[in-house]
Each structure stands twice: as structure tokens, then as C-alpha cells.
């Protein structure tokens, strides 16, 4: 029972690392504020009459503090909801909430697939451990073996498919670049992106300076919303089956704890290496390259 605990305290651990650092990331980002405004005379600076920062799409009352939270908050869930224009924040800060989808919305979990992807995450970790210190892996007392891996990849890939594979597509797309965006550019790309990504992830929120009303959008969002509120179920299923059939193995001490900040900082850096590998070319040609032409 200790141990059981100990191992919930490591998956709540994970999911407040990541949310921390994306809640962090988006508030320091849009407190420093637009350096365009500056050269327009703006006055970012925070005063007892004024909050300070990128200020653009936001509420007073919230300010540049609370909508970030909010915004990294959201997106890390199925939650959906905004208090301020995503679309207005500055490219990095932006890339903050649109990362945080990215990574599954395993922090701090979107409804019914949080926990979901983030338990894939944990045994693709445990998968790696034993692949380098050469022993079977095992994740609450059950093996890891070939079977559990092939759905676990499958899990991975799928949602990324959808989202870079449309967001590619829709770059050749007439109605696309002609209607759907109403920016060029890099910020143009990250609208599409955000689109996918959110409507791949369970989510509600979006860049709001496109208008998905096109055959293309419409079809195309849809078919990412399939994948990824419903495609998803089967591999859950399939790996919850046959790690169910599989008797528990008792552990030695050549068997990888799962319940210590080893872990933890294993599998936070898992997440992030999946992450960063799949999404970091898209991100390159969208907000990073926008926030270096500032």
C-alpha cells in the first residue's frame, strides 16, 4: 500500500513538473512584454495604475500573470477555455500553450486521457531503463515486453500523424492560404498548427485569426478530432488486456523503482525528448522563427 501510494505521489510529481515550468514559461514570456509595442511608443512597463507586459488581448484584471496561467493551464487539459486571445500573445508565449498540447495534455491531464497518455509515457520510460541496464522492464509488477511496446508506439504516433500530416497538406491548399489564414507568414503556419494540434488533442481552445469554415477545414479538423478523441481508445484498451492476462512478478532489486524522483526526472525527460523530436521542426517554421524576426 506504501508502495502504491508512493508511485501515485510520482504521477502527480510528473504532471506539477510539467505544468510548472509551462504555467512559469507563458507568464515570463508575455511579462516581458512585445518589443514591437515598445518601438510604438507602448508602455509595458507594470505601474500601480497599469499591469504590465504584452497587454494585447488581455484583461485588465487578469493581466499578463493570470492569463498565462490560464493559458498553459488549459491546454494542458481537454478543458478548452480561454480568459485571453492566445492569438495575441507573443510567438514564444504562444509556443508555450501550443507545447503543451503537443505533449498529449499529460499535465496536469485532460479529462479521460491525462492520465491515459501519461501512463503510456511511464512505460516507455521503464521500456528505456531496461534497455540500458539490459534487463526485461516491468511497471507495476508487470512485464514490459514486445507486445505492450507495438501499441505504446502506436499510441505516439498516431496523434502527431494527424496533426503535422493536415497541417502539411493544408499548406498546399488553396482555400487554405486563401481564405482560412488572414496572416502570411510564420504566424500564419502557427495558426494552422494550433488548429490541428488542439483539434488532435482533445482540445478547445485556437488562434483565432483563421476561420475554419472551408470543405477542406471542416473535413480535415474532424478527421483529426476522430483520431484523437476516439482512435486513441483501442491501443489504452489493448495494452489495459494484455497487461491484465500477465500474472505479477514480484520485485528483486534488479527491478527499476517507479516511485522515486529518478523516475520522476525520467520520465519528465521522456515526455519532453518525444515531444520535442516530433513537433520541434514545425515549431521551428512557426513561433521560433517569428520570435527571431522580432
Do not use: C
Amino acid at each position: 500500500m506504501v508502495k502504491d501510494r508512493r508511485q501515485g505521489i510520482a504521477v502527480f510529481s510528473i504532471m506539477f513538473l510539467i505544468w510548472g515550468v509551462m504555467s512559469i514559461g507563458t507568464m515570463v514570456f508575455e511579462g516581458n512584454g512585445n518589443p514591437r509595442l515598445d518601438e510604438l511608443g507602448a508602455n509595458q512597463t507594470t505601474t500601480e495604475l497599469q499591469s504590465g507586459g504584452n497587454m494585447e488581448g488581455k484583461e485588465i484584471r487578469f493581466g499578463t500573470a493570470g492569463s498565462g496561467l490560464w493559458a498553459a493551464s488549459t491546454t494542458g487539459t481537454s478543458n478548452g477555455s480561454v480568459n485571453s486571445m492566445h492569438d495575441s500573445y507573443t510567438p514564444l508565449g504562444g509556443a508555450v500553450p501550443l507545447s503543451h498540447m503537443m505533449l498529449g495534455e499529460v499535465s496536469p491531464g485532460g479529462v479521460g486521457v491525462g492520465l491515459s497518455g501519461l501512463l503510456i509515457m511511464a512505460i516507455l520510460s521503464v521500456f528505456i531503463a531496461g534497455l540500458m541496464v539490459g534487463r526485461t522492464p516491468e511497471y507495476l509488477g508487470k512485464k514490459i515486453q514486445s507486445p505492450e511496446m507495438k501499441v505504446v508506439a502506436l499510441y505516439i504516433l498516431a496523434m502527431p500523424t494527424v496533426v503535422l500530416g493536415f497541417t502539411a497538406a493544408s499548406m498546399f491548399v488553396g482555400s487554405v492560404l486563401n481564405v482560412t489564414m488572414w496572416n502570411s507568414g510564420p504566424h500564419g503556419f502557427t495558426e494552422i498548427l494550433y488548429a490541428f494540434t488542439s483539434a488532435g488533442n482533445n482540445n478547445g481552445s485556437a488562434f483565432a485569426g483563421i476561420t475554419a469554415a472551408t470543405d477542406w477545414m471542416d473535413t480535415t479538423l474532424g478527421l483529426a478530432m476522430l483520431v484523437g478523441r476516439f482512435f486513441l481508445i483501442l491501443p489504452v484498451l489493448a495494452l489495459a488486456g494484455s497487461l491484465a492476462q500477465k500474472r505479477a512478478m514480484p520485485a528483486t532489486t534488479g527491478t527499476f523503482p517507479t516511485h522515486t524522483p529518478l523516475f520522476v526526472g525520467l520520465v519528465v525527460g521522456v515526455v519532453v525528448i518525444v515531444g520535442g523530436l516530433t513537433f520541434f521542426p514545425a515549431l521551428a517554421l512557426g513561433p521560433i522563427v517569428e520570435q527571431l524576426s522580432i
